[in-house]
């Protein structure tokens, strides 16, 4: 019988996931909940089992993943990224149940998960970290400890939930004031939100890029990195448009940061593929911010300028083998840039555009540019999950060849029914900061223009508007 | 012999047109688009005609003046100036003639006197023959024309207006040729202008045979129109009496009221004798070849009646105001009152106001006078402004007679003798300050305008604004052909439109999807060069508030017996008649509205108070829209 993995995910990602089992001569098994029955993952799995109505609570439901694991015979579990992917819970359940989980140890995504912990961990490892308390005790002692810390490094500060993450449980801190309002409020939210209260303090770095780095490691903790990503350009602290390898950051620094994050990888006792983010400043002081113990939606960039399988490697590592490359033989070639298309409004404070139909789904296509996605001409878009339909994913030698090929890419795709991010990447490659590669993580709060879609200036643009109108209006009211 | 071209100087045109042995066709393309189009063949249209059309060997193609040029910005949204630029690089030899209603240029009213000069000036850099004629054939309204024609090196072409009667000799028109050329001098092409088609050959013939031997050598160009379906009888007649040019066009897209076939007239003249000079049979064939695919796509402007109308003999109208006429009389709901108007009153109105020529404007005067006579039911109780400076001299001295004093009682009250008295005599216009006209133009505009866009503006001021407008937001569409332009019924899904843009550019435009959200906002998807693009519509005004959805006739007319007056059908305001407070009885006109050269008197059905006006005058109205409200006695 041939080895079975589970994918334990949707959407784009399950695809991704899929593609590479079936690559190993595996087979690939889906799991789906009721509405994503339309969707194509299932179609290209070998084999889908439903797991229940949802929505959500079924992906989430790690009984019910596992269930259907044990039921189909499966060997091991891919995670993708999301749902289950980071809750130490179902490492441990598949390891109890004697799934392999494709992904570090349990013990290791839960040290890593627990964000005080980590930096307890990178902090005796000597990793640079941004300044901050430990988990603050709670009461008056807790705003007192908060208040020294403030009077040494001054505002603004950061107040987070230790179990937060994804952008929750975070809020910013301007003055004193603040602080003793927030204080107790951000404790009673945490403990709603993720029923712990536990909240701890940072300084802010202000404007800083988000720069991270790949890593492999084998079971004998041979440990690798592929390079540096820059995820800088965020809407509400979730990336948008991801590049590989970071840009204006001179080979000393990246090559720095790279072996910061293989020494962070291996404080951690840190096995299969991570992701170890780091905060930039415009000094060039960079802070272990955290390591993501998963498979990264960006992973698309790091696999295009060094042409390794990063899911394919994670497979292999998972099932006992060893890293077959060095660090030597990983080269890092041109560019990549990633663009997260979403079904989402940009002009409406990107609002998703779930439940809509595509009534046409045209992609670009040609030399070094990928597509990741799930959706097909007549697919309706769930309302009950994430937006994302289609990482557009383009590789060049150059920075200008890869942002050209990129705008190229986006002038040819069409996608009608649900509004999407494209117009506004289509200003985004247009406009001179990010051409010249200039964008830090205030990059959008200074653009706002990128969120006024150009009036379309160009001659068959405004033929194409009048016939619209003829269309529209059934005749050309300006020829009665 | 060789072929007339624009390379000739104006001398040598005529002196070719005199040593001629036969005749020369115009190709009156204009005129047909006017007289069964409503003026709405597209540039698009004539571009494909071109290359044959200039290789026909015509004398001439009409191509510009009338109405045309008010339609090309109104409804055609292409620049008059640039239509013809355009054609003249596709159309190098062939010469360019326009018609010009002297004073009145393209236009409706008199034009200050600078106006017209500035207006011929500009013009003349494209046109090479100037037809001109004043519907009172009252020369000095024709003068400032001919002489800027004259200076611009182009050949002037008077016309003498025909029409019947007894009043309408030859004697009468040889009197009114050399009243003309003792303004023009004698290198002059002659237009007779039979704008109805009006008179049967022999009349035709006795007319130009009368005035070549008055004139023998001057050049006689006849104009007819094929309303009654026999101007082939007619031009036949002309050209055995000694026509030098005459009129005739494409069979593609030949309707009832323009002029007749160009390959009828040749093939019955070469039984006669008399040959086409220069005419390439093959290339008058290919043009029609070229271009009768387009022909249903204008069907939505071919007038309401179709058919031939011998009638005209009768009520004559001119075949270029049928369309606009017939088009009015089916907006207005009275088309049923048509044969008691072309029939009877009309001829009658005809003949009480002095017999003149039915041609622009006086046509429309007689035709606003009539119609209005009918459906008021009280004859000439609702005198338009025009029939008043009619009847007041202001366009020229009645020709034959005067109206009878009763009518100028009628129009004008017991006082009339001491108005005539005053105010008679013909209209004196002070030049306008055209520096100020640009500067207001240039205000409009948000930028400096050239000096052609300057006289069109001139013109006609709102409508050249907002063609501008029109321009600045859709591009220059007239590159779009009349299946896309004119569609009605909106396009296929997928439908595919391919078009070149004024670069020349190719372009490929695929209908998408459309898709209205709960609010009622439409998204139309367009796939326009492989790129999508989103055009996203507000929805419909709802009823209730502001009544814009069109209301059906009964709406309208229901509204407007409860004292709720809207526009019948879509015009400009030309005149509000009562002021806010006023008392108005039932049968009180209380407004005008002008569509197209038609004025039509809106008149109260309820005695009231005038409570509201909701417009102004120059306003531009949709069917539906309202005008006025009258708060109804005892109410």
Redesign the interface.
């Known amino acids: 019988m041939k080895t079975k993995i589970l994918v334990a995910n949707r959407g784009e990602i399950a695809i991704r996931i899929i593609r590479a089992i079936q690559e190993l001569k595996f087979e690939a098994v889906a799991i789906y909940e009721t509405p994503d029955h339309e969707s194509r993952h299932i179609r290209i799995a070998n084999e889908a089992v439903w797991i229940g109505d949802g929505p959500r609570s079924d992906y989430l439901n790690i009984d019910r993943v596992i269930k259907a694991a044990k039921r189909v015979g499966a060997t091991a579990i891919h995670p993708g990224y999301g749902f289950l992917a980071e809750n130490p819970a179902f490492a441990k359940a598949c390891e109890e149940a004697d799934i392999i989980f494709i992904g570090p140890p349990s013990e290791v995504v839960e040290k890593l998960g627990n964000k005080v912990t980590a930096r307890r961990i990178m902090a005796e490892a000597g990793i640079p970290m941004v300044p901050g308390t430990s988990n603050l005790p709670a009461g008056d002692a807790g705003l007192e400890e908060a208040r020294a810390f403030a009077r040494r490094y001054g505002y603004p500060l950061m107040l987070k939930a230790t179990a937060g993450g994804g952008g929750r449980g975070i809020r910013r801190i301007e003055n004193e004031t603040e602080l003793h309002e927030q204080y107790s409020i951000a404790r009673a939210e945490a403990l709603a939100a993720f029923n712990d209260d536990s909240v701890y303090i940072e300084k802010v770095v202000i404007n800083p890029k988000h720069v991270e780095v790949q890593i492999l490691a084998d079971a004998s903790g041979k440990t690798v990195h592929l390079g540096t990503r820059d995820c800088s350009i965020q809407r509400r602290n979730q990336k948008l448009v991801e590049i590989a390898p970071a840009f204006h950051l001179s080979p000393e620094l990246a090559e720095e940061i790279c072996q910061t994050a293989i020494k962070a990888g291996k404080a951690a006792d840190y096995f299969n593929a991570g992701t170890v983010e780091f905060l930039l400043d415009s000094d060039n002081n960079y802070y272990f911010m955290e390591i993501n113990t998963r498979l990264q939606v960006e992973h698309t960039v790091t696999e295009m300028i060094t042409g390794i399988d990063i899911v394919r490697t994670q497979i292999k590592l998972a099932l006992g083998k060893k890293l077959l490359f060095n660090q030597d033989d990983v080269k890092l070639r041109g560019h990549a840039i990633e663009m997260r298309i979403n079904a989402e409004d940009p002009q409406n404070n990107f609002m998703p555009e779930g439940g809509k139909t595509l009534s046409i789904y045209q992609s670009p296509g040609g030399y070094g540019v990928r597509l990741d996605g799930f959706c097909y001409q007549g697919f309706t878009v769930p309302e009950v999950y994430d937006s994302l339909l289609v990482k557009l994913t383009v590789f060049g030698w150059s920075w200008n060849e890869t942002v050209q090929r990129l705008k190229r890419c986006l002038d040819n795709f069409v996608i009608a029914g649900p509004k999407t991010t494209i117009p506004f990447y289509k200003n985004l490659v247009q406009e001179p900061d990010f051409q010249n590669g200039e964008f830090d993580t205030s990059y959008l709060d200074t653009h706002q223009q990128l969120f006024e879609y150009r009036e379309q200036k160009s001659e068959v643009s405004k033929l194409a508007r009048l016939i619209a109108e003829i269309h529209h209006k059934k005749q050309n009211i300006y020829a009665a | 012999m060789t072929r007339i071209t624009t390379a000739m100087n104006p001398t040598q045109v005529l002196d070719t047109l005199r040593r001629a042995d036969g005749y020369f066709i115009t190709n009156t393309a204009r005129d047909m688009s006017q007289s069964d189009y409503k003026n709405?063949i597209l540039l698009h249209t004539d571009l494909l005609a071109a290359p044959s059309r200039d290789a026909a060997g015509y004398f001439s193609l009409e191509i510009t003046g009338g109405a045309s040029i008010h339609v090309d910005i109104l409804?055609?949204?292409v620049d008059p100036f640039l239509k013809l630029k355009l054609l003249r690089e596709q159309m190098p030899d062939t010469l360019f003639q326009t018609l010009c209603r002297g004073v009145n240029l393209f236009g409706y009213r008199p034009y200050p006197q600078n106006v017209i000069r500035l207006t011929v000036r500009e013009f003349a850099k494209y046109v090479d023959v100037w037809r001109t004629f004043d519907f009172m054939n009252h020369v000095p309204n024709m003068q400032a024309v001919f002489e800027e024609v004259a200076k611009a090196g182009k050949i002037n072409e008077p016309s003498i207006c025909f029409s019947t009667g007894p009043e309408h000799t030859d004697q009468f028109y040889v009197d009114k040729v050399k009243e003309i050329m003792a303004v023009t001098g004698e290198e002059i092409i002659l237009c007779i202008k039979n704008h109805g088609g009006l008179g049967t050959p022999k009349r035709i013939g006795d007319l130009v045979d009368a005035i070549k031997q008055a004139y023998p050598e001057l050049i006689i160009h006849y104009h007819g129109h094929n309303t009654d379906g026999n101007d082939i009888g007619r031009i036949t007649a002309a050209v055995l009496n000694g026509a030098t040019i005459v009129d005739a066009s494409d069979h593609a897209f030949n309707g009832f009221y323009g002029p007749p076939p160009i390959l009828s007239v040749i093939q019955t003249l070469k039984d006669y004798g008399k040959t086409a000079i220069d005419i390439n049979e093959e290339a008058v064939i290919e043009t029609s070849e070229t271009i009768h695919d387009q022909r249903p796509y204008y069907e939505q402007f071919e007038a309401q009646i179709k058919g031939f109308l011998p009638t005209v003999q009768i009520h004559k109208l001119p075949g270029g105001a049928m369309g606009s006429s017939l088009e009015q009389a089916a907006k207005g709901g009275f088309l049923n009152k048509m044969p008691d108007i072309l029939h009877h009153e009309l001829p009658r109105v005809q003949k009480e106001l002095g017999n003149w020529w039915s041609v622009t404007p006086g046509s429309q005067i007689l035709w606003t006078t009539a119609v209005s006579n009918v459906l008021d039911g009280e004859r000439y109780g609702n005198p338009s402004g025009d029939l008043k400076n009619l009847l007041l001299g202001k366009y020229g001295p009645f020709p034959f007679y005067s109206p009878a004093d009763w009518i100028y009682e009628k129009v004008f009250g017991p006082d009339w003798k001491d108005i005539l008295e005053k105010e008679g005599g013909i209209l004196e216009i002070e030049d306008m300050d055209i520096d100020q006209e640009r500067r207001t133009l240039t205000e409009r505009l948000g930028r400096e305008p050239t000096e052609q866009q300057l006289v069109t503006f001139l013109q006609h001021p709102n409508d050249a604004v907002e063609f501008f407008k029109?321009e600045e937001?859709?591009?220059?569409?007239y590159?779009?052909p009349p299946s896309?332009?004119?569609?009605?019924?909106?396009?296929a899904l997928g439908e595919t439109?391919v078009?070149q843009?004024?670069?020349g550019?190719e372009?490929l435009?695929e209908?998408?999807?459309?898709?209205q959200d709960k609010k009622g906002e439409?998204t139309?998807?367009?796939?326009?060069?492989?790129?999508?693009?989103?055009?996203v519509?507000e929805p419909e005004q709802q009823a209730g508030t502001n009544v814009k959805p069109s209301l059906s006739k009964e709406e309208i007319a229901d509204l407007a017996k409860a004292g709720d007056i809207r526009a019948g059908f879509s015009g400009n305001v030309c005149e509000i008649s009562v002021e806010a407070g006023q008392d108005v009885a039932v049968g009180d006109r209380v407004a005008i509205l002008e569509a197209m050269k038609m004025q039509t008197p809106v008149v109260s059905e309820v005695a009231g108070k005038v409570a509201k006006i909701s417009v102004k005058v120059g306003q531009a109205l949709q069917p539906g829209d309202k005008i006025l409200k009258i708060d109804v006695d005892g109410e």
């Open positions: 709405r409804r055609k949204q029109f937001k859709f591009g220059k569409s590159v779009l896309i332009f004119l569609r009605r019924g909106g396009f439109l078009f843009d004024y670069t550019k372009h435009i209908i998408g999807p459309e898709q439409t139309i998807y367009l796939n326009v060069d492989h790129h999508q693009q989103i055009f519509f």
